[in-house]
Nanobody, 118 residues
Framework: VQLQASGGGLVQPGGSLRLSCLVD????????MSWYRQAPGKQRELVAR????????YYVDSVKGRFTISRDNAKNTVYLQMNSLKPEDTAVYYC????????????WGQGTQLTVSS
């Protein structure tokens, strides 16, 4: 297991979902972990990041107040709780160590699809 995201699905606008990502210990340990997303035809972008001990958290403006990132260091897992979902949140969501706000390279896992639609 390197980066194994799960939990995506089809949700109605206003709904909630929680994503999980099991991460290889060699990546997870001591790294800031992040959730990214990529919508069709758009560049991959940072959604949120959390420092190694969870003391520093950042959200992109478009998800502030709606999404919550967390991590369980004992389980090498990072989570993204998503509330008040909007159609514009539709994307493939990926987790990774933080490698920039709009990474064009890097090694990525499969991602998990979120579709917000009525």
């Amino acid at each position: 297991v390197q980066l194994q995201a799960s939990g995506g699905g089809l949700v109605q606008p206003g709904g909630s979902l929680r994503l999980s990502c099991l991460v290889d210990g060699s990546i997870f340990r001591l790294n800031t972990m992040s959730w990214y997303r990529q919508a069709p035809g758009k560049q991959r972008e940072l959604v949120a990041r959390i420092s190694s001990v969870g003391s520093i958290i950042y959200y992109v403006d478009s998800v502030k107040g709606r999404f919550t990132i967390s991590r369980d260091n004992a389980k090498n897992t990072v989570y993204l709780q998503m509330n008040s979902l909007k159609p514009e949140d539709t994307a493939v969501y990926y987790c990774n160590r933080y490698i920039g706000d709009r990474p064009t390279g890097g090694s990525w896992g499969q991602g998990t699809q979120l579709t917000v639609s009525s």
